[in-house]
């Protein structure tokens, strides 16, 4: 009985390894670029904004307070960003503010607000979004509702395209998405949104917002959105709120300011 030659053998295991890994890498390849998937382009970033921070907390409710909510909730969209091979930064990653202690700009607050712009010019994202949980007086006011830049078509697109995942997930009275001339999306120089997830001082938002399954949701339905958007998905209409009057209240006064959304310290 002939025996073959140990290297015959070892040759043929070889190209069959070889062949295993070549059919594995052209699958993850194909994986990667399956329809629906977003083909990201070189230099596509996002950068996602926990609002607040440090010893400005922003909204809160008993113990809840609103930069630890956003800071949660930035963090899962950021993971989904990545996950989608999207590149996704965070302007915090911990409990604090970004006030850069320049004693030339007044108010800790508007310094706060500057660094952030300055680090969006510095990151120079497709897409900014900044994440924030609103408050109302009473159970009046509830849902999601989305910022955008007034005189950004782009940005508008994002809003629309974000708030029809989340109004799913946090549906209420105002669910909309509105221009505003809040400090950061007049100082961006990039489409970004503002994203108030849902009102801390209405039970059933709060129970979305504080609970881990809800934040999931939340930030599932805000990174389809962005993911939507960079698709080039279009803007899903009609999706402006005809006007913000039924929703007025002290609510207003303080949506209306334009250097801090409803809860700015
Ligand atoms: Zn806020």
Redesign the pocket.
Known sequence: MSRRPIWVISGWTLLALLGLLLAAGVALIYAGTLPGRPAPRPGDRVLVDP??GGIDS??HWDQLF?KDL?LRMAVLVKNRLEEAGVPAFLTRSSDRDLDPLEPSIRGRHQRDLQARAELARQVRPVAMVSL??NAGTGERLSGAMVFYQAQSPESRRLAALILEELRNVVPGNQNGILSADFYLLRSVPHPTVLVEAGFLTTARDRATLTSPDGQERIAEAVATGILAYLRGQAAPIPSDRPSLAPALGGFGRDRLEPDT????S
């Open positions: 609002g607040h922003g909204c609103e956003t924030h949980v959304d409803g809860c700015g």
